[in-house]
């Protein structure tokens, strides 16, 4: 098939953040190419998540092979002109979990990704507690800590059961715009989670271990001796003063 270099380019970028290039397996040191004509789906695996995204480009009829991705990173070097033609390799691919009927479903807003971004800020990716190492949702919005600070960010959805993303590295390289969907269910005692923005597709495990009670933290509004309130306009103010 053929693809754009700037396309492939910026699509290793994302998928990078998710393969195992020291790994002795070599599919998941490897992308995988799925589609058909202009149709193609770029994936990689870590073994536990997967991420996969859908790009412009050119094939004959249905392809499904894989290409090492530090082969593919040296074909974008020494290739001339725009785009390159990829040739791979069978290779068995771990089974992708599918969301079963009984999935939970919830719509995402437009800025879901932007969300994930702010509150990536405040992760400690090395803390002990395997929960704080990732982001919150729950009913009441976005949550997350790093055990100094805690951010709350509001989010009015339908989701009525608490899970913790891993720490989203891949989504944060996409940054896929625009509404998108949240599914999760059980498999075999873990909750499994899928989110779908655009032609960003995101599938993993979520962090084991209750989440800290956040809410204990914060002050009644009555206990409280000065409150001061922003306008959305002074808000965007004071965001890009501190900034």
């Given at each position: 098939?053929?693809?754009?270099?700037?396309?492939?380019?910026?699509?290793?970028?994302?998928?990078?953040?998710?393969?195992?290039?020291?790994?002795?397996?070599?599919?998941?040191?490897?992308?995988?190419?799925?589609?058909?004509?202009?149709?193609?789906?770029?994936?990689?695996?870590?073994?536990?998540?997967?991420?996969?995204?859908?790009?412009?480009?050119?094939?004959?009829?249905?392809?499904?092979?894989?290409?090492?991705?530090?082969?593919?990173?040296?074909?974008?070097?020494?290739?001339?002109?725009?785009?390159v033609?990829?040739?791979g390799?069978?290779?068995?691919w771990?089974?992708?979990?599918?969301?079963?009927?009984?999935?939970?479903?919830?719509?995402?807003?437009?800025?879901?990704?932007?969300?994930?971004?702010?509150?990536?800020?405040?992760?400690?990716?090395?803390?002990?507690?395997?929960?704080?190492?990732?982001?919150?949702?729950?009913?009441?919005?976005i949550?997350?800590?790093?055990?100094?600070?805690?951010?709350?960010?509001?989010?009015?959805?339908?989701?009525?059961?608490?899970?913790?993303?891993?720490?989203?590295l891949?989504?944060?390289?996409?940054?896929?715009?625009?509404?998108?969907?949240?599914?999760?269910?059980?498999?075999?005692g873990v909750?499994?989670?899928?989110?779908?923005?655009?032609?960003?597709?995101?599938?993993?495990?979520?962090?084991?271990?209750?989440?800290?009670?956040?809410?204990?933290?914060?002050?009644?509004?009555?206990?409280?001796?000065?409150?001061?309130?922003?306008?959305?306009e002074?808000?965007?103010?004071?965001?890009?003063?501190?900034?």
């Amino acid at each position: 098939m053929k693809i754009r270099k700037s396309v492939l380019a910026e699509t290793l970028k994302v998928l990078g953040r998710v393969v195992s290039q020291t790994s002795p397996e070599a599919v998941l040191r490897s992308i995988r190419f799925v589609g058909t004509g202009s149709r193609v789906w770029l994936s990689a695996t870590d073994g536990v998540e997967v991420v996969a995204q859908e790009v412009d480009a050119e094939s004959e009829g249905m392809v499904d092979f894989a290409v090492e991705y530090k082969a593919l990173r040296e074909l974008i070097r020494g290739t001339r002109g725009r785009e390159v033609e990829v040739v791979g390799e069978k290779m068995e691919w771990p089974e992708v979990a599918v969301p079963p009927a009984e999935a939970k479903q919830i719509p995402l807003p437009e800025n879901f990704g932007e969300l994930l971004a702010e509150a990536a800020q405040i992760v400690n990716r090395q803390e002990a507690r395997i929960p704080l190492r990732g982001i919150h949702l729950c009913p009441d919005g976005i949550v997350v800590t790093d055990g100094k600070q805690l951010l709350h960010l509001p989010v009015a959805w339908t989701l009525d059961a608490p899970l913790t993303l891993p720490f989203p590295l891949a989504l944060l390289t996409a940054k896929p715009e625009g509404a998108g969907t949240l599914m999760f269910w059980e498999l075999k005692g873990v909750t499994v989670f899928q989110i779908e923005i655009d032609s960003f597709v995101w599938i993993g495990r979520a962090l084991p271990g209750a989440y800290p009670s956040w809410k204990q933290v914060i002050p009644e509004p009555s206990a409280l001796n000065y409150a001061i309130s922003f306008t959305p306009e002074q808000s965007a103010e004071l965001v890009e003063f501190l900034t």
